[in-house]
């Protein structure tokens, strides 16, 4: 049986998937497949691997990364992208359940692939910030 907090935040993090791809399939904004993106990483980094979870994350952002890519276009999403799109979301939280169940969470908390990349360039951004907030207007340090 899996940890109580590690349960609680597995499902934080499926209702905030749910949230963002209502919105992708709403708006279908790039914007919003990147935080879909962003969540499913820094998700699967809390479990073990699991080939079935990671099938089931594939083939959700691959179905809303068609339909951003359609709204892009400026082609309305079809019923059958909405389909796919919400059918692969509800495969992603029923694997992403069970899985909470039956898979250990790692040992120490680890950036692994793509999360680590993406915590070097908020790491880069937080610094670039910090040292434009330190130039005055002209850009000199103030």
């Not at 790039?30 to 089931?56: F, Q, W, Y």
Request: glycine share 4%.
């Amino acid at each position: 049986m899996a940890d109580s907090s590690v349960a609680q935040t597995i499902n934080e993090r499926i209702e905030a998937v749910k949230k963002v791809v209502n919105l992708i399939a709403q708006a279908g904004r790039g914007g919003d497949l990147h935080d879909l993106r962003v969540l499913l990483i820094n998700t699967m980094s809390l479990l073990k691997r699991d080939p079935g979870l990671e099938a089931a994350v594939d083939d959700l952002y691959a179905a809303a990364e068609a339909l951003v890519k359609d709204a892009s276009s400026g082609t309305p999403p079809n019923t059958r992208s909405l389909r796919l799109l919400l059918s692969a979301l509800d495969r992603f939280c029923t694997r992403l359940s069970t899985a909470v169940d039956r898979i250990a969470p790692e040992p120490e908390l680890r950036l692994k692939g793509l999360e680590a990349a993406y915590a070097v360039q908020l790491e880069r951004f937080s610094m670039n910030a910090d040292l434009n907030a330190d130039l005055d207007p002209v850009g000199q340090v103030a």
